[in-house]
């Protein structure tokens, strides 16, 4: 069941991820009228698409880095209660980011998510060592 649950928090993240960055990039193309609304947005959502597959094979090493070691205790960091904490907090704090128009860094509401379930999870033991 926990498992189920951290499925649908990482797919949410991956929405909210989405729904914030997918137009960025291409948003110079519908600005200046080389596009049209539909084809910045396809182009956007297809090399958004590339780049999330090849980011498959090239990030192995930044998914180990960037698992909140040194900030949370390993035994908190593998619980998947933990993980749905991070990822409901992060996919939260993104889409309401993106739905009020705010600027936002997934990067950021990870890491924000990280510290805060650390922080209710230890009572304010947090560890600020790399």
């Not at 600005?31 to 396809?42: N, P």
């Not at 980011?55 to 192995?60: G, V």
């Not at 993104?94 to 990280?114: D, E, K």
């Amino acid at each position: 069941m926990l498992t189920s649950i951290l499925f649908i928090s990482v797919c949410f993240l991956a929405y909210a991820n989405g729904a914030n960055d997918n137009y960025k990039g291409v948003a110079s193309l519908f600005g200046s009228g080389t596009a049209t609304f539909r084809q910045a947005l396809t182009w956007a959502t297809l090399t958004t698409l590339a780049g999330s597959l090849t980011s498959l094979y090239l990030a192995q090493t930044l998914l180990v880095k960037f698992s909140g070691k040194g900030l949370a205790p390993d035994e908190l960091i593998h619980s998947l209660p933990f993980m749905i904490a991070v990822a409901g907090g992060a996919g939260m704090t993104v889409i309401l980011a993106t739905r009020f128009g705010f600027p936002i860094s997934t990067t950021h509401a990870l890491l924000g998510a990280m510290a805060g379930s650390t922080l209710l999870a230890t009572s304010g033991n947090i560890s600020l060592s790399a």
